[in-house]
Nanobody, 122 residues
Framework: QVQLVESGGGLVQAGASLRLSCVVS????????MAWFRQAPGKEQEFVTA????????YYADSVKGRFTISRDNTRNTVYLQMNSLKPEDTAVYYC???????????????RGQGTQVTVSS
């Protein structure tokens, strides 16, 4: 069983940056593609971004393309989400997820962390 622990959330002003981290344990990290989801109050969960096992392929939702960057360090069992030019509509709980898959599709990511809150004030 894989465990995921997110960190790095917080309260920032619009235009600021944050970097989220997610440390994975319990299994070989490079066996997993990794992703970030988010959920805002009253809204459906959004598949934000994902990265393949060795970082060769990434996916970004249109809402974050050009502002967010996903990366991973397989030596540190960690996936990162660099978020720049944050907007109030980015406010949500952000969840790290792992999937034993080669396909960057949301239904392939079954293991999730507890989430970290990101709040962007206007």
């Amino acid at each position: 069983q894989v465990q995921l622990v997110e960190s790095g959330g917080g309260l920032v002003q619009a235009g600021a940056s944050l970097r989220l981290s997610c440390v994975v344990s319990g299994r070989t990290f490079s066996d997993y593609a990794m992703a970030w989801f988010r959920q805002a109050p009253g809204k459906e969960q959004e598949f934000v971004t994902a990265i393949t096992r060795f970082g060769r392929t990434t996916y970004y939702a249109d809402s974050v393309k050009g502002r967010f960057t996903i990366s991973r360090d397989n030596t540190r069992n960690t996936v990162y989400l660099q978020m720049n030019s944050l907007k109030p509509e980015d406010t949500a709980v952000y969840y790290c997820a792992a999937g034993d898959t080669s396909f960057l599709r949301p239904e392939k990511f079954g293991s999730r962390g507890q989430g970290t809150q990101v709040t962007v004030s206007s």
